[in-house]
């Protein structure tokens, strides 16, 4: 019911109202069974989250976070030398958990682009991005590639303006026993495309092929099943997907 009546409103208007109620929140769910490794607090429980059928605890109530993000975050702490080294990053649709984060890291360079969000540095359009070949360490672009029908093109952007030897994680939403992707452009409702694809604003189901279309623009993939490495129990106690897989991507 909570969710169906968020759908009611623009993106920007919740993303604006979620700072006003977030402490109340946090005070609601306090405990000690779930950790959220983006701010280290415990909670009770969290809360609630998905578009049709909700997953339970999935919505960190401190950071606003789902479990990709806290996977991402706990990839990019142990894995990468994001925390550590002198990088110039962009961010696309940069999330609520992470946009104020890492723009405090005193070794970012931290560029956030969206063409609808209110909390960008720079409204940018994914098919034309206004920045210059070869300008960026990292690129981080989650959760954008399936509302975009030349995903192709978008991928070409991200390409052109990373440096040789950079590195991105581009999460979209994949359906791991689905070997072909799945999109159909003459699905326009957003009934239809909710039936189809999920939510209302996706215009395909990534499938394993993804890394293929990644590779056909340039890029070197690889598949992170990064919960094989945290394990069992650190996956229940952080509430993280056992099935979500880091698309990690470098360009040569």
């Not at 993303?15 to 490794?37: A, E, T």
């Not at 925390?83 to 560029?111: G, M, S, W």
Request: contains cysteine; charged residues 25%.
């Amino acid at each position: 019911m909570i969710q169906k009546l968020l759908n009611l409103f623009p993106r920007p208007f919740l993303i604006k109202l979620s700072y006003v109620l977030r402490p109340l929140v946090v005070w609601f769910y306090r405990g000690n069974n779930l950790i959220d490794p983006i701010d280290g607090k415990s909670y009770r429980k969290f809360l609630p989250y998905g578009y049709g059928k909700q997953r339970q605890n999935a919505l960190s109530p401190g950071t606003l976070s789902l479990e990709r993000h806290r996977l991402m975050w706990l990839f990019l702490q142990n894995e990468t030398n994001f925390f550590k080294d002198d990088l110039k990053v962009l961010h696309i649709a940069p999330e609520q958990c992470f946009i104020d984060r890492f723009k405090n890291l005193n070794n970012l360079t931290y560029v956030t682009a969206d063409l609808y969000s209110p909390i960008v540095d720079v409204k940018a359009d994914i098919l034309d991005l206004p920045f210059s070949d070869n300008e960026f360490d990292v690129v981080i672009c989650n959760h954008v590639l399936e509302h975009i029908e030349d995903d192709k093109k978008a991928m070409s952007e991200l390409y052109r303006v990373m440096k040789k030897g950079s590195w991105g994680i581009f999460q979209v939403p994949m359906k791991n026993n689905l070997g072909k992707t799945y999109e159909d452009f003459s699905i326009t409702s957003p009934e239809e495309r909710k039936k189809h694809f999920g939510q209302y604003d996706h215009v395909r189901w990534y499938g394993m092929d993804y890394f293929k279309r990644l590779e056909d623009v340039g890029f070197t993939t690889y598949p992170v099943k990064y919960y094989n490495k945290i394990g069992k129990e650190k996956t229940e106690l952080y509430a993280l997907s056992s099935t979500e897989i880091l698309p990690y991507v470098e360009k040569g």
